[in-house]
């Protein structure tokens, strides 16, 4: 026999006990829902592991008592509950002929508690259904695990089966099918993505925010359980830093200690990314199985871009371990990144068009332009059960960055004859912060209304600066470091990007360098806040999602002469949401958030720039289909903010100025899971309307998006196949360039791609193609010094073994 023991099980409600509890229990396999019932009802369930295994549970959600709940779980199954006493129950296959799992030897003898050895404490918070394309369960938008169809909010959850399925070997690659997100790539900076149109900031950590990090400081897909996009404004979170999320915000999932066995293998091999390969390992540590760990490392060499930059690699460890007592759980582990990223394949524009696009890519020569992101991450997470309706949850991360690269870029050189002017650029970057959450947790009922209250405090503080920039022509082998100031030298190209000629030396000659120094900071910013949340669940019928946050910024820096500044604001951000469940399946809901972003920035006239701040009011609906193996969101919203993006002067001092300000409206829709036996499907449709409040037209922003993948799994026996594919289009944008303010088109592209699986027992192996029609992609935003090419028809090998 095996126990499935809840956290806190020694005390509780008693099986039989009629008053109503509510139960947010997703679709998953049997072993996991009945631990999840168990703590839940806080009652101890007994089994045998032979007689659950090969059973799924449809779930159980809503206000039901205990008993009522596990029959809900149970149903469709030949599995029968016993109560062995008020807070033990015992869960065992009923006697049926033909059961596909065998019935003990005598199921009515009477259950003898001393044939049970009672194993560790499992404690199944983290637990998440995530075998296949649709997810049921949330954690970062609450801070609690919650059933998605009780957050009045659109969130999208990309699974490990998604990603394995579209072959994603990057954060790019898993948010390229999700409504409403846009990736753009960058040059002499981080690529960003951008949701509902506004950039997403730094992104989240296992709901911590990110202070610095960057798309290329993130672990290889490997290293991570599930990705979350949350779309709307995320203060509440504890996100204020610049660029705050408000649009939405994607968090990342890492993999964590577990008790049941993994060894997985995964490798990858293609034309452009080089080759990659990882081990994932987890399991118990202790003969008791209080002690669990997780292992993940990977490797990459290799990469390379189409027209000959190369010298990427990376690297990346991640141990973890995790202890579990009856009321006490601690986490600790270490994350360490070191990838080397080749300059991005791009070209330039010589007018005000994309015909006018040069064709050659990037420099000739300078195969050398790569860059380097060093990341260095320790990470701790404990919780504790306080009696019987009180919990406390803390957790926490350090990091620290280091980047070091070079890199060539363009201005417009109108003085030197029209030719472009680059700038070569060598950098060097180190900051460091940390974040530190605790929440006291409780839940309590009056007649049919249960709340679900969270009490809390975070702060993150980041440090930012010891930065050096400098070069020399186009050998740049010189570096030179300036804590809080930047210097670039500029000098003609001795190259003629519209006729491949060199230009002669003695016209170099004639042109001086231009140098430019720029102070960077230097800086401290302190992030702080004290939040209420409440959920309630009314009946059956209503949800309600309550919060409200004290958010304090702070920010500690020097004025041009060296002088210490500092700025201080705090303002109360409120959320509220309500949720109507129409029927058990559909659910129809309303959402009002605030967005606050404080400004590093100063003005001309030395004084620092004013917050921003926006509000969000979205209305939609989440439709279960096909017995609630797929699902359908749809959601309206309208977010206005009241200054947009700063402008900074081109010339220096380099003040600032707010922007004009934008209100953004548009519709998403999306579905994801499983139509039918063998069939999943993901699709996404967004239509988005922005208008500027000084009537400039908005740039980067096509106002349809689409996207569909689907995958098939066919034939039976040992050795199935799958085949899968995909399309992602987008219409129209515009783009404008630097110096005069020219609008361009960018045209709207569609890309296909499809692979084929073969799978085994204990492996799978897929090969498949990307952009399969060899079209030239562009991204969807950029100027005239910089128009990133995404990468063309590429052909990649992955695979995993379970050994």
Do not use: C
């Amino acid at each position: 026999m095996l126990a499935l023991r809840p956290a806190s099980a020694a005390e509780g409600s008693p099986v039989g006990d009629r008053s109503a509890l509510p139960f947010a229990i997703a679709p998953q396999p049997m072993a996991t829902a009945l631990l999840a019932w168990g703590k839940q009802a806080n009652v101890q369930v007994l089994t045998a592991s032979g007689a659950v295994a090969s059973w799924r549970s449809a779930g159980a959600s809503g206000l039901l008592t205990p008993d009522d709940a596990l029959v809900e779980l149970l149903e469709g199954t030949d599995l029968e509950r016993e109560a062995y006493d008020a807070h033990t129950v015992v869960v065992r296959q009923r006697q049926k002929a033909g059961n596909a799992t065998p019935a003990p030897a005598d199921p009515l003898s009477a259950f003898d508690p001393h044939s049970v050895t009672p194993l560790a404490t499992v404690d199944v918070r983290g637990i998440l259904s995530d075998d296949g394309y649709k997810a049921d369960t949330t954690r970062t938008a609450t801070r609690t695990e919650s059933n998605l169809t009780d957050v009045p909010q659109s969130i999208s959850v990309v699974t490990r089966e998604v990603i394995a399925s579209q072959q994603a070997v990057s954060i790019g690659d898993v948010a390229r099918y999700v409504a409403g997100v846009q990736y753009v790539d960058g040059y002499g900076g981080s690529p960003l993505f951008l949701i509902r149109g506004f950039d997403a900031g730094n992104g989240m950590t296992d709901g911590m925010p990110n202070g610095i990090a960057r798309t290329e400081d993130l672990p290889p897909l490997i290293g991570i359980e599930r990705v979350e996009v949350l779309r709307g404004p995320e203060a509440i979170l504890g996100d204020a830093s610049q660029n705050n999320n408000f649009g939405g915000a994607i968090n990342v999932v890492m993999k964590r200690p577990q008790a049941d066995t993994i060894r997985t293998l995964t490798w990858s091999a293609g034309e452009y990314d080089g080759a990659r390969l990882g081990v994932d390992l987890a399991g118990t540590a202790s003969n008791d199985g209080a002690w669990t760990y997780r292992l993940v490392a990977a490797g990459q060499g290799g990469q390379r871009t189409p027209q000959g930059n190369g010298h990427g690699r990376g690297t990346y460890l991640a141990p973890s371990f995790a202890w579990q007592g009856d009321d006490t759980r601690f986490m600790g582990g270490l994350e360490y990144v070191d990838n080397r990223v080749p300059g991005p394949e791009h070209t330039v524009l010589l007018g005000a068009s994309l015909s006018t696009a040069s064709p050659y890519r990037d420099l000739p020569d300078v195969p050398d332009d790569y860059s380097t992101y060093r990341t260095t991450r320790a990470v701790f997470e404990f919780d504790h059960d306080i009696g019987d309706d009180w919990s406390f949850h803390s957790q926490g991360q350090y990091v620290r960055q280091h980047s070091d690269g070079r890199n060539w870029s363009y201005t417009p050189g109108d003085d030197y004859g029209g030719f472009l002017v680059p700038v070569a650029r060598s950098f060097r970057y180190k900051g460091s912060y940390w974040t530190w959450q605790n929440d006291l947790r409780t839940s309590f009922s009056h007649g049919d209304t249960t709340h679900t209250v969270l009490l809390g405090f975070d702060v993150a503080r980041t440090h930012a600066g010891d930065s050096g920039i400098g070069s020399v022509e186009q050998s740049m082998d010189t570096t030179m470091d300036n804590d809080r100031s930047a210097q670039i030298i500029t000098r003609p190209l001795s190259f003629d990007l519209a006729t491949g000629a060199r230009m002669s030396e003695k016209f170099n000659a004639l042109v001086a360098p231009v140098t430019t120094v720029q102070n960077l900071g230097g800086s401290w910013q302190t992030n702080a806040g004290l939040y209420l949340q409440d959920q309630v669940a009314i009946g059956e019928k209503w949800n309600v999602l309550a919060a409200i946050r004290r958010t304090t910024y702070q920010l500690d820096t020097h004025w041009d002469d060296g002088m210490p500044r500092r700025q201080r604001k705090s303002r109360w951000v409120p959320k509220l949401g309500v949720v109507y469940k129409v029927a058990p399946d559909i659910a129809l809901y309303a959402d009002t958030a605030v967005g606050f972003q404080p400004d590093p920035l100063l003005g001309k006239d030395g004084q620092p720039l004013p917050a921003v701040t926006s509000r969000q009011v979205e209305l939609g609906g989440k439709f279960d289909l096909f017995d609630q193996r797929a699902r359908l969101t749809a959601a309206l919203y309208r977010i206005r903010v009241d200054h947009s993006v700063d402008l900074v002067s081109p010339e220096p001092p380099f003040f600032a100025t707010p922007g004009p300000g934008q209100t953004n409206r548009g519709l998403e829709v999306e579905f994801t899971g499983n139509v039918a036996p063998g069939f999943d499907v993901l699709a996404s449709l967004t239509e988005t309307r922005i208008h500027n409040h000084d009537d400039t037209r908005p740039t980067g922003t096509p106002k349809h998006q689409a996207a569909v993948w689907g995958s098939y799994r066919l034939g039976g026996g040992t050795l199935p196949w799958g085949i899968a594919a995909g399309v992602i289009a987008r219409s129209k944008s515009y783009g404008r360039t630097s110096e005069q303010g020219e609008y361009f088109g960018i045209p709207g592209q569609a890309s296909v791609e499809t692979n084929v699986t073969r799978y085994g027992d204990h492996w799978r192996v897929t090969l498949g193609v990307k952009n399969l029609f060899r079209r030239t992609l562009y991204a969807v935003n950029f100027d005239d010094t910089f128009v990133p090419i995404r990468q063309g028809h590429t052909v990649l090998l992955t695979g995993s073994y379970d050994f």
